[in-house]
């Protein structure tokens, strides 16, 4: 296997998957034909099965581990969703602002390394890293 030559795919575990697929299509704009089981696959630019969710019971119940429900903010990983220009990045900040989404770090920041972002949690405290990194 060569990794650049290999398409990647996020998948989140999700106690309550209703209010999971409902943040990511309502929330966010992900599109999905979710049928109301333990899998959703959204879409994104990055093709299919880039981002897909499933049931965090399943799953344990799959590999024969306990269930163990997360708490607090997911601080072992990110997904980051990168938009064209900082400007989009602002107008996002602004617009989740309204719909009372969780931002655990804050309003969207300009780094000295060319990023500017922010970061808002899922109703499962997952964070996802919204960012640009051109200006303009």
Same mark, same amino acid.
Request: some cysteine; overall charge negative; charged content about 25%.
């Given at each position: 296997? =060569?990794?650049?030559?290999?398409?990647?795919?996020?998948?989140? *575990?999700?106690?309550?998957?209703?209010?999971?697929?409902?943040? *990511?299509?309502?929330?966010?704009?992900?599109?999905?034909?979710?049928?109301?089981?333990?899998?959703?696959?959204?879409?994104?630019?990055?093709?299919?099965?880039?981002?897909?969710?499933?049931?965090?019971?399943?799953?344990?119940?799959? =590999?024969?581990?306990? *269930?163990?429900?997360?708490?607090?903010?997911?601080?072992? /990983?990110?997904?980051?969703?990168?938009?064209?220009?900082?400007?989009?990045?602002?107008?996002? *900040?602004?617009?989740?602002?309204?719909?009372?989404?969780?931002?655990?770090?804050?309003?969207?920041?300009?780094?000295? /390394?060319?990023?500017?972002?922010?970061?808002?949690?899922?109703?499962?405290?997952?964070?996802?890293?919204?960012?640009?990194?051109?200006?303009?």
């Amino acid at each position: 296997m =060569i990794g650049r030559d290999v398409r990647v795919g996020a998948c989140l *575990y999700a106690d309550d998957m209703n209010s999971m697929v409902r943040f *990511y299509r309502d929330t966010l704009g992900f599109h999905t034909e979710w049928d109301g089981g333990n899998f959703a696959e959204f879409e994104t630019a990055s093709g299919a099965l880039s981002l897909f969710m499933y049931s965090r019971k399943a799953f344990a119940q799959a =590999i024969g581990e306990s *269930y163990v429900p997360p708490k607090g903010i997911n601080q072992t /990983f990110e997904i980051a969703l990168w938009l064209p220009c900082f400007a989009d990045v602002d107008a996002e *900040y602004e617009r989740l602002s309204k719909l009372d989404a969780r931002f655990p770090t804050g309003e969207p920041m300009t780094f000295s /390394f060319g990023i500017r972002n922010f970061y808002v949690a899922d109703p499962e405290g997952n964070l996802l890293e919204i960012g640009s990194m051109s200006e303009t």
